[in-house]
């Protein structure tokens, strides 16, 4: 499993959601997460204080590097899976990348979100010298849906910009991501007519947490071509 999972981008592109969603996933499979909030809105705190906080997950508020490096350094010690919400600013992107195993750069289905994904990139790689070694970071498709052609393929352009890896999945827009941050809760415990689409939200989830490493080996990981992954809708 990978420790430390931080997920961020220039422009706001579902980066609580994915948060949320990978950490609801592993505290599911009974996997003690540490929710590292350093996002400038705090989503994650106001989450967690609607309750239904599951007994595996912690949500901790962070404002400066060294608050979480000491938050991530004591996830490590413990064994615990953490994951760093770095939100939209470089300065948190830039800390959370230098002490994560693996960075994730969610790129909403959008020409703007493909264009800060692509920057965000930039921004990781000029300092791969920097932080853990064998660190790495990769594209992951948030809010999928089906679109004219045309605007998948100036995502495609766009993101073939950059040869960093493509996760396999992505997350189809549904109700069901956005239905704890109105209830409390996660997806894996909201009763099912609180939101359309729960199960496969659950499942989905699920795959998207073993692309990414949280579940089972991430040899497994194929990348996948950008405007493959974007253009499909469930």
């Known amino acids: 499993m990978i420790p430390v999972i931080s997920i961020g981008s220039l422009k706001t592109s579902g980066t609580t959601t994915l948060a949320l969603t990978l950490a609801s996933?592993?505290?599911?499979?009974?996997?003690?997460?540490?929710?590292?909030?350093?996002?400038?809105?705090?989503?994650?705190v106001a989450w967690a204080a609607k309750g239904g906080l599951p007994a595996r997950i912690t949500v901790e508020a962070v404002d400066d590097e060294a608050t979480m490096e000491r938050l991530v350094r004591a996830a490590r010690r413990r064994g615990d899976l953490a994951i760093i919400d770095a939100g939209d600013t470089a300065d948190a992107i830039r800390a959370g990348a230098r002490?994560?195993?693996?960075?994730?750069?969610?790129v909403r289905f959008s020409p703007l979100s493909a264009y800060a994904a692509i920057a965000t990139e930039r921004l990781i790689a000029s300092e791969a010298g920097k932080g853990?070694?064998?660190?790495?970071?990769?594209?992951?498709?948030?809010?999928?849906?089906?679109?004219?052609?045309?605007?998948?393929?100036m995502v495609e352009s766009v993101i073939q910009q950059s040869h960093a890896t493509k996760i396999?999945?992505?997350?189809v827009l549904r109700a069901a991501y956005e239905a704890p941050f109105l209830h409390g809760g996660t997806l894996f415990s909201l009763a099912d007519e609180i939101a359309p689409g729960?199960?496969?939200?659950?499942?989905?989830?699920?795959?998207?947490?073993y692309e990414c490493g949280i579940l089972g080996?991430?040899?497994?990981?194929?990348?996948?071509?950008?405007?493959?992954?974007?253009?499909?809708?469930?």
């Open 132 to 153: 853990r070694r064998g660190r790495d970071w990769a594209f992951l498709a948030t809010a999928v849906t089906a679109i004219p052609s045309r605007i998948a393929r």
């Open 217 to 234: 080996d991430t040899a497994s990981r194929v990348p996948l071509e950008p405007a493959e992954e974007f253009s499909r809708a469930a």
């Open 198 to 209: 729960l199960d496969r939200a659950r499942a989905e989830a699920a795959t998207i947490a």
């Open 168 to 171: 396999h999945c992505g997350m």
């Open 25 to 44: 996933v592993a505290a599911a499979a009974d996997i003690p997460v540490v929710l590292i909030d350093a996002a400038r809105d705090k989503d994650l």
């Open 99 to 106: 002490l994560a195993d693996r960075t994730l750069i969610p």
